[in-house]
DNA sequence: CTGAAAGCGCTTACAG
DNA sequence: CTGAAAGCGCTTACAG
């Protein structure tokens, strides 16, 4: 016999549909005996409901809402095309995703934000932005109305999130001090290390692992004290500018925040391509050029398409309660050189 | 007013459900007229079709098979694993997914498959196996009975296979050689070459694009002939070996097929690691170990969970007429080290 | 606490 | 060539 319906289960179980439907879905007001043949039945039989079904039936739809910073950084609108591409694909699944740019580190914007989305009546939720007080408060608030609420490259961890989508930045640190001293070949000397700021863990976290794999395996090698972008690729260009000129030795440079367009500025104007090992993050129109002009030797990225379809999936399973398949929403750190380049 | 329905096309084209089905599903026997009032209709309203409650009403059941070479490999395992890990969560999506694992090569046994698929009623079928007139034949025959099809891991490009889900293996050969001549540092001499077979076109693209990096970027380190592993690690560890005897100057190792396993061991054996560059394509869990233990340096992978994935959203959208996101079945060549292992 | 009936958006025999 | 009605597998008011 092929796949048993609640029709089966309600003959087995001597009960209507309403009761069936009523224990599958552990709503009240059933009684304990009732509930109990019901779930023989079902495990007899081995029913497994019909999502699909399910959902056109009570007409669900799902409503996602990503929250991205406003600053201005062309991974955030290479992540923010994803999303949106993403987003049409997923409009067959009944999910419904819009973005928003929010400052992030305003608490006033930020408690407009969630007025908003609870007015909207959002199902779930995917936030991005730097570990803050008021982004945890923003978490907590969401969970208490019951969205599902994962954190997006950055991870919030000692927040409510159901889930982090993003990568462990330590081990992609690790990596990038590898390429670093492989690519560097025997050379010795310094490598500049620039971040958006050391306030943010993905940064500190990256530069921790980055440090630990050249002390280990790299003894000719060794990391200049973190200058910091801010974000902007002019501030990057500048301090590693100021970089390069106090240090006579420099045979590496390591743009672990966003600002790596600056870097690859630094590098062609002084004619370093070739000669510098340049290791940066995030796969962007710029960074790709750079890539095939040389001027930057390896990438560390995160696939932004993936991202988008993982929180989107993780989003509606935790609404609907059920479990993902792990390995595919495991973000890979993935190494890109001009010769793999997507 | 929300998404229009069929009542909503049926009402304002003035003909009946049966009829806007007719022609939604461009089946015959509808007036030229009555088509175009509802072609209006549709597009008037802006209407989308609902393609899960379509399933559902017409009980649409996707069947695929993946037809995976019978030859023992640990990559074959790792991928026939992800193919029934998809499988579990496509079940959802009501596609029923079957692997067989037929002597590729054996004309009679293909044939026989093909029987088999056709009484099965499949609707679509994953072909991974060398590029064959037996192949291409049954391909073929399979697309004569309408069936979608898609060529895994090996392309079968003069065939009428609809999709090719894999990478680009020149581009693959060239990633491989940018690893060699990056990690092999100062050091010159010769890079031997492992191949499971010249007559495997992938091989061949493999070689080729690891070639011409080399002599382009790399004049210190030349490419030694092919030696053929026959998808054997003991016959490889062996061709290895001779390989290692008659060339004192060789620093790298560019294993372009399956027993990498062979390689590493011989590696091993010499109290090679760390002296030799390796390079080997497919992480499976001798793989993995291997770049832990150190007698690997680097894997080209092509991630075997979205291979399976993307093959069957493929071959579904294919059977639906519609079009898939490009950027989400690109298999992508992933670089993995020690330090990005997933 | 439980059930009969209608409905979600689409498709399918069957009749005409 | 076209339509009325039943049905896919589930859920939801409404009655009792």
């Known amino acids: 016999m092929s796949k048993p319906t609640v029709h089966d289960i309600a003959r087995e179980a001597g009960v209507s549909l309403a009761t069936v439907d009523r224990v599958l879905n552990e709503r ?5 005996v009732t509930v109990k043949r019901v779930r023989e039945a079902v495990s007899r039989l081995g029913y497994v409901r019909d999502i699909s079904a399910a959902n056109l039936a009570r007409q669900r739809r799902y409503r996602f809402a990503f929250l991205l910073p406003d600053t201005p950084s062309q991974f955030l609108k ?13 409009k067959l699944d009944r999910c419904e995703i819009q973005v928003l740019r929010v400052p992030v580190s305003d608490p006033v914007a930020l408690v407009n934000v969630f007025r908003r989305l609870e007015r909207i ?48 930045n330590m081990a992609a640190g690790r990596t990038a001090a590898v390429l670093m001293g492989r690519f560097a070949g025997p050379r010795r000397g310094s490598v500049a290390v620039v971040v958006n700021s050391m306030q943010a863990r993905d940064m500190v976290e ?7 794999v050249l002390s280990e395996q790299f003894p000719g090698l060794t990391a ?7 974000d902007d690729h002019e501030v990057t260009a500048r301090v590693i500018a100021q ?4 240090h006579a030795d420099v045979v590496g440079i390591y743009c672990a925040g966003a600002g790596l367009r600056g870097v690859s500025q630094v590098v062609a104007e002084r004619g370093l391509a070739g000669r510098q090992v340049v290791v940066g993050h995030d796969l962007t129109p710029h960074s790709r050029a750079a890539l095939e002009a040389g001027t930057i030797d390896a990438i560390i990225n995160q696939n932004a398409g993936h991202l988008a379809r993982s929180a989107a999936r993780v989003l509606k399973a935790q609404c609907d309660g059920v479990g993902v398949i ?12 001009k010769e793999n380049l997507p």
């Open 206 to 212: 990256r530069r921790i692992g980055f440090d630990q």
């Open 28 to 32: 009240a007001g059933v009684r304990e």
């Open 243 to 246: 970089c390069l000129d106090s």
């Open 224 to 230: 200049l004290p973190t200058v910091e972008g801010r």
């Open 121 to 168: 009546a959002v199902d779930g939720v995917a936030v991005m932005g730097n570990e803050t007080p008021m982004m945890r408060d923003l978490i907590a608030r969401l969970k208490a109305r019951r969205m599902a609420v994962v954190a997006l490259i950055t991870d919030q961890p000692n927040s409510e999130r159901d889930h982090f989508i993003g990568i462990d």
């Open 78 to 90: 290479v992540l923010q095309d994803a999303i949106d591409e993403a987003a049409l694909g997923l």
């Open 326 to 337: 792990a390995s595919q929403e495991k973000i890979r750190i993935e190494i890109v050189i």
